[in-house]
Structures are given as structure tokens and as C-alpha cells.
């Protein structure tokens, strides 16, 4: 009798034993994590402290996103063991992934290019900002994958639907962003040296093809027609200008003195001009361009037999003219002393 007393007192103990563990589990699971049954007010004393550090975080984040930051793991630490965890009467929580755990899981995310990808929620690239890599080797943003936490309800990653995961911030693809940077950087860099050097190669050093080389001598005579100009520091019009005003005011003085040197030629030297008339073969008139026409001279006569025949004029230049042509051209023109309208030099004429 007493040992089946005894057996129903230990029965009874452990039902107790069972119920107050199931009890302290469903409180602290379904209620709030951090409620206990031996210290009910400890929730308040350490319910904002997460918070606290993830906005710190959140601040650190955007204070140092340029900079390369320490990795770690999201999430507050693992809550103990309730009773019934302890006692088997409820299956314990999965361990937390050790360090070597998760170096596998980043060699694995690596091999598979996760961080040179988009982000597979926002399809976006992910440059500087904030990524998580999942327990599942899978990377995302960290706001994109906040905000699917929220909308969908579970801790479920959005590709592999794997549940539940644990989360650790990496900085992958900031430290790829700040590569391929550094390298188009370079790039541009060393690109602007090659061409500084090619353009000063090119000043100095004379090519051998023979079209090059005339115009890299053509560029350098340029370059010092400039710099002659910069150092005599006089305007290049008013330059220019004075050179035209001194080269009219010698033209001038040039014609007058042609004009006073020029003197009647004498009967000999009116046959010496004709005879350059017959030799030349001309028998046009230059204004009109009608035939010219005289008795002296018989090659002219027959061609101009069918033709009303009009004075003709001799010049001391041994031009040919009709008479009205000329008075015409005289007539209109501004000089004093008119030019030949071919030679534009001064002469004598003689009616023959």
C-alpha cells in the first residue's frame, strides 16, 4: 500500500512538473518571449534594448556606408531553454550557426555571385547600401528584406522558401563596387596619360611619312607665327591695316612716276610697235570685240571688206583699238591720265 501511494504521489508530481513546464512555454512562446513566470517584470527592464541597437546600427549604417564595415549577425541572442525544452517534452530551438558555418555559407554565396547580381526583390544592383546574406547563401538588401518580413509575415526567404533562416550584414558588394570604381578610375587615368604623352610625343618628335612630316612642320611654324604675335603685343588689324595704307601710298607713287617717265615714242619706234602688232596676230578689238579695220594695214583690210570699216587706234604698248572704243573707255574712266585697258600701263596712242 505504501509503495502505491508512493507511485501516485510521483505521478502526480511529475503531472504537476509537466504542466508547469507546458505552462512557462506557452507564456514565453505565445505570449511574449521575454515573459517569465519567476520574474514577470523583467520585460519591461529589457524590452527597448534591441530596439536601441538597431538604431544605433541603422545610424552607423548611414554614417559609414562608404567605409568597409564589420560583419556580424541581425537578430537578438538566442532566448534560454524553458522547462519543457529542458525536460524533452518540447523540441529545443535550432542552434545558432557558428562562425565556420557561416564562412561555408559566404564561400557558397561567392561561388555563386550572389552580391555581383541584383538584389532578387528590387531588381536592382546593390552599389554601397546595406545587404544580408541568409543561412541559405542567398543575398538581398536589407531594407527589401525587412520590408518582405513585414508584408508577408514569416521568415521565409523569397527565393528558396527556406524556413526559418538567420541573417548576418556583409559588405560584398560594396567592396565589388568600390573595385570596379577604383578600376574604371584607372582606367579613365591611364587613358589620359597615354594620350598626354602621344599629344607631346607628337610636338616633338618628327614623323617619317612625308605628308605628316609637312604638317608637323607646318604646325610648328604656326605655333611660332603665334607666339610672335602674342610677344609684339600690337593688334593684328591695325597691323594689317597699315600695311595696306603703305603698300597703296607706294602703288601710287610708283604709277606717277611711270606715268612722268614715260615719253612719246618717235616715228622709228611706232614701226617697231607695229611690227609687234603683225607679229601678235591679234586683229580684235578688246572692248568691243568686233574686228579692227585700216588701210595700212592690208591683213586687216581683208578680212573687214564685208564690214563698215572705223579708225583704229595704236597704243605705245602695242595694243590695238578702235577709236570710238577708246575715247568711250577714257571718258569713263576716274584717272587723270587713263591706263591701257589691258596692261593697265600709261601711253601714247597714234591713229593709223
Known sequence: MALRKNLKSNASSKLVITSAAFQDHIMRSLLHPDFSLSD??????????????????????QRRHEQEEREYVLGPAPPPLTLAQKLGLVASPREKLTEDEWTRVKERSVQQEESAQPCAICREEFLLQPQVLLSCSHVFHRA????????????????????????????????????????????YWRGYMARKWYRTIKK???????????????SRLQELNDSFVRYCHTDTEAFLSDIDRSLSSSRRVFQQLERKSVSEPQENDWDRIKSQVIQRGVWDCPICLTALSNLSLPTVSERSNHQQRRPTVLLSCSHLFHQLCLEAFEAFSADSRPLCPLCRSAYHKKRI
Not at 205 to 212: E, F, N, Q, S, V
Open 144 to 187: 527589401c528584406l525587412q520590408a518582405f518580413e513585414r508584408f508577408s509575415g514569416r521568415n521565409r526567404c523569397p527565393l528558396c522558401r527556406r524556413e526559418p533562416y538567420e541573417t548576418r550584414v556583409i559588405n560584398d558588394a560594396a567592396r565589388l563596387f568600390r573595385h570596379r570604381c577604383a578600376t574604371r578610375i584607372q582606367a
Open 40 to 61: 514577470p517584470l523583467r520585460r519591461h527592464s529589457r524590452g527597448k534594448h534591441p530596439q536601441v541597437r538597431e538604431g544605433v546600427e541603422e545610424r552607423d549604417l
Open 204 to 218: 616633338t618628335i618628327c614623323p617619317k611619312d612625308k605628308r605628316l612630316r609637312r604638317q608637323f612642320f607646318e
